[in-house]
């Protein structure tokens, strides 16, 4: 049996992180620390055989269970500059200073745009780092810290289904927002706000916030009540309110946060470096979600339970 040639599989895909080369080609990786790294972004977000199962016990040993699951994530990266592209060329208005819901431009999609933009969100959130903890988090919660080749070879077990089981069940359902920030960069980590984290069943109210760009990010939801149409919209926000989402990413990320040109001042949360989550649903994403046209206000009758949960 041969052995299986070492790869370079990326979770931050290069045909996305190429938009955060600034005008020397560099992005820079920022750590919890607050030292620095600059390079250029095909040399970020990569893990070697992070789509590999190899069930060998020693290095270098090949089984006939073996198997590499690239080729799943690569046809949404294949579609991923063109949804890009399109999302760049909607139209955005600056309603700053209205009601919320009234900020919200309503943008026509068809199904197949939808869905392809759906399904490279999803790929981008299962390939994360934060994602890759989640999956083998039960089994060292249960068993105690794993030797490195079991670990990698669980959490590549539990992701290769992860993607098509999320996007089958997704399809072109619910409702998203492209969120423009003329005036202040986003930035990206290795993990950032969104739900899918269990390996066994997509989530039945997915949430996904993924900065794509420095300047557009996309908010995807299947919330519990919502009218169809307007399926997609667009949103224009100011600074603080970029900065407000820059530090949900902070919250999320573990030991990776990357930006083009402006530089964000470390939280608390991201100096510790862990990947955390909100504890409650009272956070500025869920605002968003529940501003959008056709969502419902947000129903605050367990707000009492959140209340006794300690967390953020």
């Known amino acids: 049996m041969s052995k299986a040639k070492s790869e370079r599989h990326h ?14 080609a560099g992005v820079h990786w920022l750590r919890p620390d607050g030292t620095e790294q600059r390079a250029k972004p095909a040399a970020f977000g ?27 994530f690569q046809q949404a990266d294949d579609r991923f ?41 999803t790929s981008l959130a299962i390939r994360s780092p934060m994602t890759r903890e989640s999956v083998v988090s039960l089994a060292e919660h249960l068993r105690g810290s794993l030797p490195e080749r079991e670990r990698n070879s669980l959490i590549a077990v539990n992701m290769r289904d992860m993607h098509h089981r999320a996007v089958q069940a997704f399809g072109v359902r619910g409702k998203a927002t492209a969120i ?6 986003f930035i990206f980590g290795d993990g950032f706000y969104h739900n899918l984290k269990s390996p066994s069943m997509a989530p039945h109210s997915p949430r996904i916030l993924a900065p794509l760009t420095p300047r557009i990010a ?34 999320y990320a573990g030991e990776r946060l990357f930006y083009r040109s402006d530089k964000p001042e470390l939280i608390d949360e991201y100096r510790d470096g862990k990947h ?27 707000d009492f339970l959140e209340d006794m949960t300690p967390g953020r």
């Open 11 to 24: 979770w931050w895909p290069e045909c996305v992180s190429k938009h955060w080369a600034d005008d020397k």
């Open 218 to 251: 996309v908010l995807y939801a299947i919330p519990t009540q919502y009218t169809v149409e307007p399926r997609l919209s667009t949103l224009v926000i100011g600074a603080d309110e970029a900065e407000a989402l820059n530090q949900v990413v902070q919250i």
């Open 46 to 72: 990569v893990i070697g055989n992070g789509h590999y199962i190899k069930l060998g016990t020693e290095p270098g040993e090949a089984t006939p269970w073996d198997q590499n699951f690239e080729s799943i």
């Open 180 to 185: 423009l920030s003329p005036d202040r960069e």
């Open 276 to 302: 955390r989550h909100f504890t409650s649903s009272r956070n500025v994403v869920e605002k968003i979600v529940h501003d959008m046209p056709g969502v419902p206000g947000r129903d605050t009758s367990l």
């Open 81 to 121: 500059p063109a949804v890009i592209s399109w999302l760049e060329g909607l139209e955005y208005e600056d309603r700053i200073g209205q009601p919320g819901r009234q900020r919200f431009m309503p943008q026509p999609s068809t199904d197949e745009r939808f869905g392809q933009m759906v399904e490279s969100l």
